[in-house]
């Protein structure tokens, strides 16, 4: 058994509940807090994994404690230890590595606490999940580049880490997101053109 638990990806039933919530113009509060959460326990251990496999610096997952790769080893006072290779394989195939996207998790992480009102966390949630890895984004730490920038060279959607189903699939779903209207019709339209570029540059 894994001595690492890390946050599962979010179901596309729940995340396509709160959108017809919105356009059905009945906020569910209770349920833009679920999966606002559930995107926010994802994104912490997306980060979590990828500053220790890029930084060697993790976070007990006992007690939270920050721990230093020492000697191909994580050891906490609280008694938990791990391998590097057992922190590895722990991750392994799950989509944990933020790469490209980093900015765009760590962000989130420090903007959705934040939000109050019903209007504001799925802002938080729709500018998260329609996000996309960006070449040398990582490379600038928390800066976030505009994903709609022309200049910009698209990754696949940062979503295909968040959210359950294979990448087609995900792709799908956004694009049902998008064809639904959105929060605002202009920016449902820019992320369907950039959602499109960025399929095309992937074939």
């Not at 938990?80 to 394989?89: K, V, Y």
């Not at 934040?114 to 984004?137: N, P």
Request: glycine letters at 6%; aromatic letters at 10%; charged letters at 30%.
């Amino acid at each position: 058994m894994s001595k690492f638990v890390w946050a599962k990806k979010v179901p596309r039933e729940l995340i396509r509940r709160l959108y017809e919530s919105d356009a059905a113009a009945i906020p569910d509060d209770e349920l833009a807090d679920e999966v606002g959460w559930a995107l926010y326990t994802r994104c912490d251990a997306i980060v979590n994994v990828t500053e220790g496999y890029e930084l060697g610096r993790l976070r007990c997952p006992e007690c939270g404690r920050e721990l230093t790769l020492t000697d191909e080893h994580f050891i906490c006072g609280c008694g938990f230890s791990a391998s590097w290779d057992e922190f590895r394989r722990s991750y392994k195939a799950k989509q944990l590595y933020g790469a490209n996207a980093l900015p765009f998790f760590k962000r989130y992480l420090s903007e959705f606490p934040r939000a109050e009102s019903f209007g504001e966390k799925l802002i938080a949630i729709d500018t998260l999940i329609h996000s996309f890895h960006v070449l040398h984004s990582y490379r600038l730490g928390d800066i976030s580049p505009d994903p709609y920038d022309e200049n910009n060279r698209l990754g696949r959607p940062a979503a295909a880490n968040l959210i359950e189903g294979s990448l087609s699939e995900v792709v799908r779903f956004l694009d049902e997101l998008s064809e639904r209207g959105g929060i605002e019709p202009t920016e449902s339209e820019r992320r369907r053109a950039a959602l499109k570029r960025a399929n095309g540059a992937n074939r």
